[in-house]
């Protein structure tokens, strides 16, 4: 999918099945709302190099058979802005996407706002705004895919507020257009590899493989509320019961155990991930998603083993608050020593993000189902913990904290730290007794 192909070339690479939605009428003078000396000329321009009436094209489509509203902009129509008449087709598309109870797929190539039609082509971004609320209320997802240019409003917007975000190789995104940025400004900051980085996109993807992974996004958001659980899934092997508490650490801690990937691979016949926080930040010590088991879908985030970081535990509350408004359920993995303690951390909100991911847990609608597949580090590793559905394997352990850093606290000498694990009934069988597991899995 070349990043400056029309709308309808864009369409034509991603379905061969689109249907255009009749265009909402609307009387229009010929130099526009405001009277912009020229503005009919130059629409009559774009009409006669692109085709189009506007500088988007709406329909109903399906993607390898999954159906969903489509959205092509045109950049060549007057770079992509949006007007009036944008806001009027964009508008109908969102309504058909909540009558239809279909999601809604984006294909964005535009310049921000028309400065022809002045204050009332910014308006149109409360349009697409309140649209886009409206159908997250209605339990429906949004889909973005971000070819180049995508600035401005239609970045802030129908990009940014999709739920989930890729973007084409190379293409330009940024709130600031080319022109209108500081001019030494880092140019890698408003391309698609830089916005992957910094947490704002979830992949790129190559055009020739986009038809494939809309397909799959949309299998695995388009399923309609579910109310059963995910299953737990298998431990590993079955390396028996930890004798004590200090063996169910080393257990836990040791090189060679199952990790999360290991665990994701067995679990789901296909996923596609959701990458970053939104805010800047990517931790790659979570993994979070979507994926099919036994042809259904759920949610997943799980831990790696390492610190957890506050872009974690965001892009994981982001990834359930997505769940619970599209009624998949959700299976978290718990594997982390506890969570990221350092500087850089508690300056990024670690204890706001921590806090977000409790939120998310308790107030999710949804059957959260967890499984503790090592290290259960204190409230860094509780975040992600459903209160009613936990599991642990018996290579696991969950501690209200590290055994050596209660020691510390106890002012107990390095000497009485394996005493320490064992008082603290760390144990996977000693966390069913205690009820905060319901079972344990690989004894």
Same mark, same amino acid.
């Given at each position: %999918?070349?990043?400056? %192909? ?104 535009? *310049? *921000?706002?028309? %400065?022809?039609?002045? %204050? ?49 190789? *190379? ?73 004590? *508490? ?12 199952? +990790? ?10 296909? +996923? ?55 009624? $998949? ?79 510390? $606290? ?34």
């Amino acid at each position: %999918m070349s990043e400056r %192909m029309s709308a309808r070339k864009a369409i034509a690479s991603v379905t061969r099945d689109f249907s255009e939605l009749a265009q909402p009428a609307r009387d229009f003078p010929e130099d526009g709302p405001i009277s912009w000396t020229g503005y009919g000329d130059s629409r009559a321009r774009a009409t006669g190099r692109t085709g189009e009436e506007e500088s988007v094209v709406c329909g109903v489509a399906s993607v390898e058979g999954r159906p969903c509203v489509l959205i092509s902009f045109e950049f060549g129509f007057l770079g992509g802005s949006l007007g009036q008449r944008t806001g009027d087709r964009l508008e109908a598309a969102y309504r058909t996407a909540r009558e239809r109870r279909l999601p809604l797929v984006s294909l964005i190539a535009t *310049g *921000g706002s028309r %400065m022809q039609e002045g %204050m009332l082509a910014l308006t149109q971004l409360q349009r697409v705004a309140r649209q886009s609320t409206l159908l997250r209320e209605a339990g429906l997802a949004q889909i973005a895919v971000l070819r180049d240019p995508t600035t401005g409003g239609g970045w802030a917007t129908l990009g940014a507020g999709a739920d989930v975000i890729l973007a084409l190789p *190379g293409a330009q995104i940024g709130f600031a257009g080319s022109r209108v940025r500081p001019a030494d400004a880092d140019p890698a900051a408003y391309g698609a590899q830089g916005q992957l980085a910094a947490g704002q996109i979830d992949a790129i993807v190559r055009g020739e493989d986009l038809r494939g992974v809309l397909a799959g996004w949309l299998t695995l958001l388009g399923g309609g509320r579910r109310t059963e659980p995910a299953p737990v899934p298998e431990a590993f092997g079955s390396a028996g019961l930890p004798a004590d *508490g200090w063996e169910a650490v080393t257990r836990a801690r040791s090189a060679g155990r199952p +990790r999360a990937e290991a665990y994701l691979d067995a679990y789901f016949s296909h +996923r596609q991930e959701l990458v970053g926080d939104r805010c800047g930040g990517v931790d790659a010590g979570m993994l979070c998603g979507f994926g099919l088991h036994e042809g259904v879908s759920y949610a997943y985030a799980a831990q790696r083993g390492t610190a957890t970081r506050p872009a974690g535990y965001r892009t994981a509350a982001r990834l359930i608050r997505l769940a619970d408004r599209l009624g $998949i359920p959700v299976l978290t993995l718990v594997d982390t020593p506890g969570a990221a303690n350092d500087a850089a951390a508690e300056r990024s909100g670690q204890g706001a993000a921590i806090a977000d991911a409790f939120g998310a847990v308790a107030a999710a609608r949804v059957p959260v189902t967890t499984l503790v597949i090592g290290e259960g580090g204190s409230g860094g590793a509780l975040a992600l913990t459903s209160p009613d559905r936990t599991w642990v394997t018996a290579d696991s352990y969950f501690s209200v904290i590290a055994p050596e850093l209660a020691a510390a $606290i106890l002012k107990r000498p390095p000497a009485e730290v394996e005493r320490t694990a064992c008082q603290l009934r760390l144990r996977p069988q000693d966390l069913v007794d205690l009820g905060v597991a319901r079972g344990v899995l690989g004894a």
